[in-house]
């Protein structure tokens, strides 16, 4: 199956279809994201990346300003947000896609380094993100930050 990733704003013909597949995600933050779709909770530059197979949305993530981390950590933005992928999907390397995907619109808006939270141990480091800091978690279980710097080529 051929996987797209396409970067998405409310004008888009997938946002709703998107929306309906964040809220029936096995994940509660898939519902805090069709939460926030749903009152356009973005800056006019935040985006929300989805996989499509057949029209079908299978996985997003969020490209956006704040990682809701700690306050000294203030300076660290813009995060990937939210990285998700259906289930029956997880063995295809979307999350890879979707985590390339907006570190290209990352270096399109001119960043050198994004930011990702996460409590899983040992996932992101495998698509080339660094740990920098580990923390308390602010909202949710995420406790641990990395960064990666934005490919120049």
Same mark, same amino acid.
Request: with cysteine; charged share 25%; hydrophobic share 35%.
């Given at each position: 199956m051929f996987t797209k990733i396409i970067v998405i704003n409310k004008e888009h013909t997938l946002w709703d279809k998107t929306i309906r597949f964040a809220e029936k995600s096995s994940w509660r933050a898939g519902k805090r994201l069709a939460e926030r779709m749903k009152n356009i909770a973005f800056l006019d530059w935040e985006k929300v990346l989805i996989a499509v197979q057949d029209e079908e949305v299978i996985g997003?993530?969020?490209?956006?300003? *704040?990682? *809701?981390?700690?306050? !000294?950590? +203030? +300076?660290?933005?813009?995060?990937?947000?939210?990285?998700?992928? +259906?289930?029956?999907?997880?063995?295809?390397?979307?999350?890879?896609?979707?985590?390339?995907?907006? =570190?290209? %619109?990352?270096?399109? =808006?001119? %960043?050198?380094?994004?930011? =990702? !939270?996460?409590e899983h141990h040992g996932l992101y480091e495998k698509y080339g993100f660094r740990k920098i800091a580990d923390y308390e978690p602010v909202t949710g279980l995420a406790n641990q930050l990395f960064e990666i710097d934005v490919p120049v080529s």
């Open positions: 997003f993530c969020v490209f956006e300003n *704040n990682g *809701n981390v700690p306050e !000294k950590f +203030d +300076d660290c933005h813009p995060f990937i947000n939210s990285v998700f992928v +259906d289930e029956r999907h997880r063995v295809h390397r979307i999350s890879e896609k979707l985590i390339s995907s907006a =570190l290209q %619109y990352a270096k399109e =808006l001119g %960043y050198q380094k994004v930011y =990702l !939270k996460s």
